[in-house]
């Protein structure tokens, strides 16, 4: 099995599909989200341990965002074949970097030895009304936050020997204080962990909708423009490659004014069924495709 159908076999054993798995309390609830990352799969060469701890936080931190939440805490579980001081201090520098950005502490952790460099980070946050994926109304709006293709642009430069430029876009910052603002507005939302594309895919699988969105619409970083060279190979890279960790949401439609003043883009609408693109005339269906581990 592929991961998309280990989490489809998963998800009828286990309660699995958002961000964060919710627990209540008294006064809020509990968000509880982990993510694994390899060297092989994640990390490209050139990428600085720096950046590799400030993106393995983020990703988990992301997860809260998405939920609408505000992070509190986190536990790392770090593995290496052979420890070195210097890398395993640049790594909790940048962890703690994007960590004390968001109000959020490293709270304990594990160290392991392993052949390849792999990081486990698990977070805790909270939240009054955790926003889920499921909600979306057809007629809504649907929108993204930022720009997407940072990951896809980053690649093709690490490709390039553009390290430097590479790991600056690696280092995204989450959404947290943006989600957090859209929480009382979105009626679902999720983070783009596996492409705009693959996404929307899931979102109406669990809200049990539609979506049409125009290509001509979506935001595109910049830093994609310099290393495409048509406006097709942009959008397969923007729409399919994955790892924005933007956030990609739903609102109702009396919300678009309060939306643009979010920094977020409305890409297209809520429909009854069926992922469809618009490129000038003509509308075809989106295919779910996607990041896959």
């Known amino acids: 099995m592929n ?35 390899h060297e092989t799969s994640d990390f490209p060469r050139g990428t600085t341990f720096y950046t590799i701890g400030w993106r393995s936080v983020a990703v988990s931190l992301s997860d809260i965002a998405a939920m ?21 201090e640049e790594f909790l520098d940048g962890a703690e970097a994007v960590c004390g950005k968001y109000g959020a502490k490293i709270v304990g952790g594990d160290l392991d030895s392993h052949g390849e460099l792999t990081v486990v980070t698990t977070a805790i946050g909270e939240v009054e009304t955790p926003v889920l994926r499921k909600g979306a109304k057809p007629g809504d709006l649907v929108a993204v936050t930022g720009d997407l ?17 590479a790991n600056d876009l690696f280092r995204f910052d989450p959404r947290v204080d943006t989600g957090k603002k859209l929480a ?5 939302m999720m983070d783009i962990s596996d492409g705009l594309a693959r996404s929307l895919h899931q979102m109406a699988d669990t809200s049990d909708v539609g979506f049409r969105i125009t290509a001509g619409k979506i935001p595109y970083t910049p830093a994609l423009e310099e290393v495409t060279d048509s406006e097709e190979e942009l959008e397969e890279l923007g729409l399919f490659t994955g790892e924005d960790y933007e956030l990609l949401f739903t609102a109702p439609e009396k919300h678009e004014f309060e939306l643009a003043k979010f920094g977020a883009t409305v890409i297209g609408k809520v429909t009854e069924e069926g992922v469809e693109i618009v490129r000038g005339r003509e509308v075809s269906p989106l295919e779910d495709e996607g990041y896959v581990h």
Do not use: H, N
């Open 3 to 37: 991961e998309k159908e280990a989490l489809k076999w998963l998800a009828d054993r286990m309660p699995v599909g958002d961000d964060c798995f919710v627990m209540d309390r008294v006064e809020d609830k509990l968000l509880l989200t982990t993510d694994m990352l």
């Open 68 to 88: 609408g939440g505000s992070p509190k805490a986190l536990v790392i579980a770090y593995g290496i074949s052979d420890f070195d001081l210097t890398e395993l």
């Open 149 to 165: 293709g940072r990951t896809a642009a980053a690649l093709e430069l690490f490709s390039a020997g553009q390290t430097d430029r």
């Open 184 to 188: 009382s507005t979105a009626s679902s």
